[in-house]
């Protein structure tokens, strides 16, 4: 098999397996993958903008903005007009938002500190900088934009 052929398959299997592990902790939350990921990102900002959140999590404007309108409902997320530009509004996460960004971070890191435990402490520095040059990759190459 070619090389970039075992890269793809690799990455099938590690986008599967992201995939089962990103959703079992979302349906205790109740909560969709594209939710979680705007919940985690506002409450990792605390405060952001539609524009920066869309930039933040690579999707359309339009998408984000259903997004954030279902978190308003659900009461997880709160829009405020900006004093200097009341045409923008901030995004925060309620009370209720932050308890539930707060429960996904836990066992996101339970889930990552139990996965960490499988690979050998001596390859494990290797691993994470094989990541971060293969997330660099990704997101330097013209193909994934």
């Known amino acids: 098999m070619d090389r ?7 990455t099938r ?22 939710q979680c990921h705007a919940l ?15 930039q933040r999590l690579d999707l359309d404007a339009s998408t ?4 954030v309108e279902n978190l308003v409902k659900r009461k997880l997320v709160s829009r405020m007009p900006l004093k200097e530009n009341r045409r923008m ?8 938002g932050l308890d539930v960004f707060q429960r996904i ?12 435990t499988c690979i050998p402490e001596e390859e494990l ?7 971060e040059v293969y997330n660099r990759a990704l997101e330097g190459n ?4």
């Open 4 to 10: 970039s052929k075992e890269l793809r398959e690799l």
């Open 13 to 34: 299997k590690i986008e599967r397996s992201l995939q089962k592990l990103n959703c079992s902790g979302m349906c205790s939350e109740k909560v969709t993958l594209t």
């Open 40 to 54: 985690v990102e506002i409450g990792r900002m605390q405060t952001t903008s539609l524009k920066d959140l869309a």
């Open 64 to 67: 984000v903005s259903k997004t």
């Open 89 to 96: 509004v901030a995004i925060q996460l309620t009370a209720d």
């Open 105 to 116: 971070e836990e066992d996101m890191d339970r889930r990552f500190r139990s996965i960490m």
């Open 125 to 131: 520095p290797g691993v994470l900088i094989a990541l």
């Open 142 to 145: 013209d193909e994934t934009q």
